[in-house]
């Protein structure tokens, strides 16, 4: 049987930048470049501060780049200081949510448990979880990659059944490659994706394995797209420097055609 053509999936994560008119310029700009994209090969979306959500959820109205958040809290509603639920999130139109980040585990505490939770709730929601998973540098040069990065998967899917996990995105980000310019090459990402999928085929099954989308995310700019979403396991790309440029992020989208 032949491999599944899997779409790509070209996110950006904003992190904690822009102000809401600097977010809406930036994806005013971004919706003139991508426009004659073809829209069912590759799917791109953008995912802002919390507080740009709904400004730029107005203005993508009528784009097919889609809106994405940066995390959730994992109860729908109640007293959290602080926190933003799935269900508001979905209310806004988002599509997607980032769980588990490098950032969140590294500096607020993200656990492999709550990363479990959140997206049991973003999922709840019924929107679709981008949950994030990769080995620091210390782990790689202790040749525990495949180890970690295997334990996040796990951690993550816990409790999942096969037909809600064919529709997750999962994105390796290997957190020596965060905002370093230090990119993995595309064997060292090609490598890892493959495991997780297979991964995936021994936690559930084939069929499974193969629907699943594996972004790469590490510093990816216009001149490395092209090589690392041209791997076999490779399914798109989480920026997050480069997609506070509109014409590198439109430059990386072109490069998962
Ligand atoms: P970067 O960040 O592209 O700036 O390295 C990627 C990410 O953290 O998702």
């Known amino acids: 049987m032949a491999a599944q053509v899997r779409r790509k999936l070209i996110a950006g994560n904003w992190?904690?930048?822009?102000?809401i008119p600097e977010g809406l310029a930036l994806v005013r700009e971004l919706k003139g470049l991508v426009a004659s994209l073809p829209g069912e090969r590759v799917e791109l979306a953008v995912a802002p501060p919390f507080l740009s959500l709904q400004a730029v959820a107005k203005e993508l109205e009528g784009s097919f780049v889609k809106l994405a958040a940066q995390n959730c809290h994992w109860e729908a509603s109640g007293a959290y200081t602080g926190e933003v639920s799935a269900p508001m999130l979905k209310d806004l139109g988002c599509a997607y949510v980032i769980v588990g980040h490098s950032e969140r585990r590294q500096y607020f505490g993200e656990t492999d448990e709550t990363v479990n939770k959140r997206t049991r709730a973003v999922v709840g929601a019924g929107m679709t979880p981008i949950i994030c998973v990769g080995e620091t540098l210390a782990e790689r040069e202790a040749n525990r990659t495949l180890e970690v990065v295997e334990r996040q998967v796990a951690?993550?899917?816990k409790g999942f059944q096969a037909a809600e996990v064919a529709g997750f995105v999962l994105a390796y980000e290997p957190v020596w490659a965060i905002g370093?310019?230090?990119t993995a090459t595309s064997a060292q990402a090609q490598e890892v994706h493959r495991a997780i999928r297979e991964q995936l085929g021994r936690l559930y099954d084939r069929g499974t394995a193969e629907r699943v989308l594996i972004q790469y995310g590490g510093s990816v700019k216009p001149d490395n797209a092209?090589?690392?979403?041209?791997?076999?396991?490779?399914?798109?790309?989480?920026?997050?420097g480069a997609s506070l440029k509109a014409g590198d992020f439109a430059a990386i989208a072109k490069g998962g055609v």
């Not at 092209?226 to 997050?240: F, I, K, N, S, T």
């Open 226 to 240: 092209a090589e690392l979403l041209g791997q076999p396991d490779v399914d798109g790309a989480l920026v997050g």
């Open 180 to 182: 370093t310019g230090r």
């Open 155 to 157: 951690g993550a899917l």
């Open 15 to 19: 992190k904690m930048n822009k102000t």
